[in-house]
């Protein structure tokens, strides 16, 4: 398998993601937890506005797939790169 590249081409291997989950989207199908390798989301106990146990983040594992993002069918999830792991990464090609 390739290194994982961003829009510019960018390896993003050793970066951290957050993932950000609308949870009054979700329907809870679980659709996001079959295609995670990093076994990161789990459904809630609790239950959403609209009555759905709703996904959360189980750890900071993710890898920047976004397989969970563009499966879902409620566009409930979006991954983000995280600012400081960038400033990490340029620091470490500073020295
Ligand atoms: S982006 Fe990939 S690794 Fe991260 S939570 Fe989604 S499926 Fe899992
Ligand atoms: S795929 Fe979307 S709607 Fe289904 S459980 Fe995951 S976040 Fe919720």
Redesign the pocket.
């Known amino acids: 398998m390739g290194f994982l590249e961003d829009a510019q081409g960018e390896i993003l291997v050793g970066k951290r993601f957050s993932v950000k989950?609308a949870k009054n989207?979700?329907?809870?199908?679980?659709?996001?937890?079959d295609v995670c390798s990093q076994k990161n989301?789990i459904?809630s106990k609790s239950f959403n506005a609209s009555g759905?146990h709703?996904?959360e983040v189980s750890s900071n594992s993710c890898k920047g797939c976004k397989k969970?993002s563009i499966?879902?069918?409620?566009?409930?999830?979006e991954i983000f790169l995280e600012e400081n792991s960038i400033q990490s990464q340029q620091k470490k090609e500073e020295k």
Not at 25 to 33: D, N, P, Q, T
Not at 71 to 77: E, L, M, R, T, V
């Open positions: 989950i989207r979700c329907k809870g199908c679980g659709l996001c937890i989301l459904l759905y709703f996904i969970c499966i879902c069918p409620d566009a409930a999830i």
